[in-house]
């Protein structure tokens, strides 16, 4: 009998890619080190640990990128999909979820696949030779004993950056009556945030001399050359660069209207989204900072309705290793210099928990259909799956590759002269007609964590 495929790593991209093989009837261990070997940013030994927000981020399939994504990814019979769908809370037109439900029915569901075994334990260095077809989807905060044995190999430096993790809020410790429940330009069915505002100048300016005069962590001497991804930058970092970076940022007021403030729009706002079921925690939107806790605690009550603010998590900074994928990976994420390894998730440069999965769900398929020795055929670079994975395999440029999230850059360009709505509309549609003649088969069967 041939060896199963190991998958290295029980983030979303590692079990997703060990869905993808099992349904293929492929054998599969997933390995995972923790509880063995903790991480910086880790709090628990579930599969699938969300350490940053809750959000999956917009749903909407005919405007956004990221919303295409998931349709195309919920059509390709997707497990992480499917556990967010069933374990979604509101957020307006986002796809947000319960963290601990969502991992649990994603390690819930592979325990019961009898195609998986979850191997515990650290691979220190890498796989056996004997190990034909590897997947590493080890994600952020690989190993330092895995990342040299695979720097090794490569011969290139990892690039590196900061990724950052929110704070938490309990729900009965904000104040409604100073706060106020919107979403913004009230999408959704429902007001799925919490508005906490600034409503003079004076205020705001002074919550960001604030921001720059508090204590931060030290950094280590690593760290210090390490460069923030722009997607998800620090406070203090926007601060930084100018007074109103904030409030064109994670702070800005726009499409919010303080029901007992009507007259004028607030002049900054600090929005609150709900992060789990229950509704007890919600996490402030964008302020992931490497300030030190008790600065946190005193800086964020200072916050209109966070005065008596109790906080669930505090933010935190955590680095970000991935590889130079447009000139070490091969079209089917395998590595040039040692084929047997294939790579998936945060490491080969994608940003986002759903890129992440996407990328693993793509691995999957390819090392599936190489064991059984029958064809796949990527995505057309016109779809969402396609476009992410030709941006990292060769469409971006080796000397300058940093980590990207999904968005309609990464698409061939639809000339037209429509409306920027209309046009985003197009992008879509023309995806939906490539993904209908790509996928070419009846929809698999959906999996039973979202039934």
Not at 164 to 173: F, G, K, L
Not at 259 to 277: G, K, M
Not at 330 to 350: H, N, Y
Request: glycine share 8%; net charge neutral; aromatic share 8%.
């Amino acid at each position: 009998m041939k060896p199963p495929i190991h998958v290295i790593g029980g983030g979303l991209a590692g079990c997703e890619a060990a869905w993808q093989v099992a349904r293929a009837g492929v054998p599969v261990v997933l390995h995972e080190m923790r509880p063995a070997r903790q991480t910086e940013a880790h709090s628990t030994e579930r599969l699938a640990e969300l350490v940053c927000s809750n959000s999956l981020r917009s749903d909407d399939a005919d405007h956004n990128a990221v919303g295409l994504l998931h349709e195309e990814m919920r059509r390709a019979g997707s497990l992480i999909l499917a556990a967010a769908d069933k374990t979604r809370v509101p957020a307006g037109s986002a796809l947000a979820v319960d963290r601990d439900r969502f991992s649990d029915a994603i390690e819930s569901e592979l325990a019961a696949e009898p195609l998986v075994t979850i191997a515990r334990g650290e691979m220190a260095g890498l796989p056996p030779a004997d190990w034909t077809s590897v997947i590493i989807a080890t994600g952020p905060l690989t190993s330092p004993a895995l990342a040299g044995a695979i720097q090794a190999v490569t011969g290139e430096d990892a690039l590196a950056f900061f990724d950052a993790i929110a704070p938490i809020v309990y729900r009965d410790s904000i104040d409604m009556e100073i706060a106020w429940a919107q979403s913004r330009y009230d999408k959704g069915e429902t007001a799925d945030y919490i508005n906490c505002p600034f409503h003079d100048k004076s205020d705001y300016e002074a919550f960001v001399a604030a921001i720059l005069a508090a204590d931060r962590i030290e950094y280590k001497e690593w760290e210090q050359v390490t460069p923030y991804f722009e997607g998800c930058l620090p406070i203090e970092v926007m601060a930084a660069r100018g007074v109103k970076t904030l409030r064109f940022g994670p702070m800005k007021p726009v499409g919010l209207l303080d029901p007992r403030n009507s007259t004028r729009p607030p002049y900054a706002v600090v929005q609150l989204r709900q992060d789990n079921a229950l509704g007890t925690l919600w996490n402030i939107v964008g302020f992931q900072t490497k300030l030190k806790h008790s600065e946190q605690t005193r800086l964020f009550r200072t916050i209109p309705g966070l005065k008596d603010a109790r906080f669930a998590r505090l933010g935190g900074i955590h680095r970000n290793t991935f590889l130079n994928s447009p000139k070490l990976l091969d079209g089917t994420l395998r590595l040039k210099a040692m084929p047997r390894l294939r790579f998936a998730g945060q490491i080969t440069g994608v940003e986002g928990y759903v890129e992440s999965a996407a990328i693993g769900l793509l691995a999957g398929r390819f090392a599936e259909a190489e064991y059984l020795g029958v064809e796949f055929r990527s995505p057309p670079i016109t779809t969402a799956l396609g476009a992410l994975l030709a941006h990292i395999t060769g469409g971006a440029r080796a000397a300058t590759f940093q980590p990207m999230n999904v968005n309609f850059g990464l698409f061939p360009r639809i000339e037209t002269d429509a409306t920027r709505q209309n046009r985003k509309a197009a992008y879509t549609t023309r995806a939906r007609a490539d993904f209908d003649r790509w996928l070419g088969t009846p929809l698999p069967p959906v999996p039973a964590a979202a039934e």
